[in-house]
Antibody, heavy 122, light 110 residues
Framework: EVQLLESGGGLVQPGGSLRLSCAAS????????MSWVRQTPGKGLEWVSG????????YYADSVKGRFTISRDSSKNTLYLQMNSLRAEDTAVYYC???????????????WGQGTLVTVSS | QSVLTQSPSASGTPGQRVTISCSGS????????VNWYQQFPGSAPKLLFY???QRPSGVPDRFSGSRSGTSASLAISGLQSEDEADYYC???????????FGGGTKLTVL
């Protein structure tokens, strides 16, 4: 059974950093593309970043490019999102989503975690 | 402002057929398959349709999807109270080099 468990969310001051983790089980992380998708409370979904399986090509939304870094540890079957220079507008629930394929651009999201809340506020 | 455009709300009575539309451009829906996600309050999104018209196992055949040009539609026939949820369309955008979503449509069953 596929399971995705996010952790690492919390309250952080503007300009601060946070690292989110997504522990995957039921499938090998390196064989599928993975993404982070966020949702502002009461608002819609926004794709943040994706990483391909195998070679691990990475992709970022313009809103986070240069500030966020996606990575994975295949030995731990865990996906990460390092978030630096955080802004108030980054406040959202962050979901880890498994892609249905190895390539990010065709890998629609067939499984989602329950999300972790990140609040950027002073 | 979302890249894909959806009506914020839709409604219908039990048993009715409801259609939710999603409008995009040549760089996303016009050139790539559309996927739909269903989200209940307080829960994570769930894949409802992929590749424009493919239903994952477990999704009732009351749900159907289609794509034409730069638009896509999700139709729900025989509307049931448990269909009340938020629905999001999504596609890869070749210009932005990333996934884009619609703003979501809140479906109310009257």
């Amino acid at each position: 059974e596929v399971q995705l468990l996010e952790s690492g969310g919390g309250l952080v001051q503007p300009g601060g950093s946070l690292r989110l983790s997504c522990a995957a089980s039921g499938f090998p992380l390196s064989s599928y593309a993975m993404s982070w998708v966020r949702q502002t409370p009461g608002k819609g979904l926004e794709w943040v970043s994706g990483i391909g399986g195998s070679g691990g090509h990475t992709y970022y939304a313009d809103s986070v490019k240069g500030r966020f870094t996606i990575s994975r540890d295949s030995s731990k079957n865990t996906l990460y999102l390092q978030m630096n220079s955080l802004r108030a507008e980054d406040t959202a629930v962050y979901y880890c989503a498994k892609g249905a394929h190895i390539v990010v651009m065709i890998a629609f999201f067939d499984y989602w975690g329950q999300g972790t809340l990140v609040t950027v506020s002073s | 402002q979302s890249v894909l455009t959806q009506s914020p709300s839709a409604s219908g009575t039990p048993g009715q057929r409801v259609t939710i539309s999603c409008s995009g451009s040549s760089s996303n829906i016009g050139n790539n398959p559309v996927n739909w996600y269903q989200q209940f309050p307080g829960s994570a999104p769930k894949l409802l349709f992929y590749s424009s018209d493919q239903r994952p196992s477990g999704v009732p055949d009351r749900f159907s999807g289609s794509r034409s040009g730069t638009s896509a539609s999700l139709a729900i026939s025989g509307l049931q109270s448990e269909d009340e949820a938020d629905y999001y369309c999504s596609a890869w955008d070749d210009s932005l080099n990333g996934w884009v979503f619609g703003g979501g449509t809140k479906l109310t069953v009257l």
